[in-house]
């Protein structure tokens, strides 16, 4: 899914295998992007801006920039993240590569709720993720991790 923060975004379905990136979107909040995407976003500014260009560009809405798309991930759906920085592998107690879930904290609307999970059962939000850590997608679907009281309720 993609949180509400990203309404307003062109938005797509991730592809199984598609490498993509933790990008800050216009909206200030965190989701997914394809790199590729990205680099063409970035090439028209690198070409030479005339004063004019600069002047416009001071009074712009941000809205006529390269409008980069939203990848949502469906909940269930199998992640690798990598490159994981040191001090977060450290707060989490993870590894620098690690096989995650990507599930839904919640239902509640104008709250972020796209979060993974690891192995372990931590949860952490994508917002708390940083930006230009690489996500490889494994699988779109399968089995969503099971919370420990799911799993009282079925030994009942």
């Known amino acids: 899914m993609c949180d509400y923060s990203l309404c307003g975004l062109p938005t797509r379905l991730a592809?199984?295998?598609?490498?993509l990136v933790v990008h800050r979107f216009r909206t200030g909040s965190l989701g997914l992007a394809s790199p590729a995407e990205l680099t063409a976003a970035l090439r028209p500014?690198?070409?030479?801006?005339?004063?004019?260009?600069?002047?416009?560009?001071?009074?712009?809405?941000?809205?006529?920039?390269?409008?980069?798309?939203?990848?949502?991930?469906?909940?269930?759906?199998?992640?690798?993240?990598?490159?994981?920085?040191?001090?977060?592998?450290k707060r989490w107690n993870v590894n620098a590569q690690e096989s995650v879930f990507f599930v839904q904290t919640s239902a509640n609307v104008n709250s972020y709720r796209d979060a993974v999970q690891f192995g372990t059962g931590l949860r952490v939000l994508l917002q708390d993720l940083r930006q230009g850590m690489p996500v490889q997608v494994e699988s779109l679907g399968g089995e969503t991790p099971v919370e420990e009281h799911d799993l009282a309720l079925q030994a009942r």
Do not use: M
């Open 45 to 89: 500014r690198e070409r030479r801006r005339s004063i004019w260009d600069w002047i416009k560009s001071a009074f712009d809405d941000n809205t006529a920039g390269p409008q980069i798309t939203a990848i949502c991930i469906p909940p269930g759906a199998h992640l690798a993240l990598r490159s994981i920085p040191l001090d977060l592998q």
């Open 15 to 19: 592809a199984e295998g598609e490498q």
